[in-house]
């Protein structure tokens, strides 16, 4: 099988898994590949996408969130200039922020009270 051929066969395999909702473990099963074949494939498609899409934010703006939609993984990636990368635990974030809010309004006690 050529590279193009390969290529297309690959992506026709993520795409059924993706309609299905499998997994990389079931769809490389199926196909008769190795998971990590799967996985890198669907990286370098991913990849592919993300550099062909224009941005539709502020050119200026400090950091970008890149959106990622997968519902197993609770992710935020945050792209800075130079296309540096952080990710963040979507779930661990969420936590510490609730933690913060709780211990400011904890900090606050009640309305500020100033004198005329």
Do not use: H, Y
């Not at 990622?68 to 993984?73: A, F, K, P, S, T």
Request: glycine fraction near 6%; proline fraction near 4%.
């Amino acid at each position: 099988m050529d590279k193009i051929s390969r290529r297309e066969w690959v992506r026709s395999w993520i795409e059924v898994g993706i309609r299905e909702g499998a997994t990389f473990k079931s769809i490389a099963d199926r196909a008769g590949v190795n998971v990590r074949t799967i996985w890198k494939w669907n990286k370098l498609f991913r990849a592919e996408q993300a550099a062909r899409e224009e941005p539709d934010r502020d050119p200026n703006a400090f950091v970008q969130l890149a959106e990622i939609n997968e519902d197993n993984l609770p992710r935020i990636e945050v792209v800075f200039p130079g296309e540096r990368r952080v990710v963040l635990d979507g779930q661990s974030l969420i936590e510490s922020l609730a933690n913060l809010l709780v211990a400011t309004r904890r900090c606050s006690g009640s309305p500020d009270q100033r004198e005329s």
